[in-house]
């Protein structure tokens, strides 16, 4: 049988899980509980008080900086190429 959780174990696991940035599967990894158990607990905790609005909001601000963040690393590593490519042509 497994280990018996806290409530504060649980409701934190969540918090984590909604506020981190981190994929799911991290989340369940790092605290040493499977997928399907950290799923159980985010769906029993999804109308509580457990993620405050603005704790969502800015987790969810954070995942949009990221991705921002992401994608223009990716187009500076396109423009960098199209620079030497470039550079290297012979008029």
């Known amino acids: 049988m497994g280990l018996k ?8 696991a969540v918090r984590i899980a909604l506020t981190s940035g ?3 599967k991290q989340v369940a990894d790092d605290l040493g509980v499977g997928m399907s158990t950290l799923n159980k607990w985010i769906t ?3 109308d509580t008080d457990v993620v405050s609005k603005e704790d969502l909001s800015l987790a ?8 921002e963040n ?10 960098k190429k199209a620079t ?8």
């Open 5 to 12: 959780r806290t409530d504060e174990f649980r409701q934190d």
């Open 22 to 24: 981190l994929t799911r």
């Open 44 to 46: 029993s905790n999804r």
């Open 60 to 67: 969810h601000e954070n995942d949009r900086l990221r991705r």
């Open 70 to 79: 992401r994608i223009l690393k990716e187009e500076r590593e396109v423009l």
């Open 84 to 91: 030497v490519f470039f550079a290297s042509q012979k008029p």
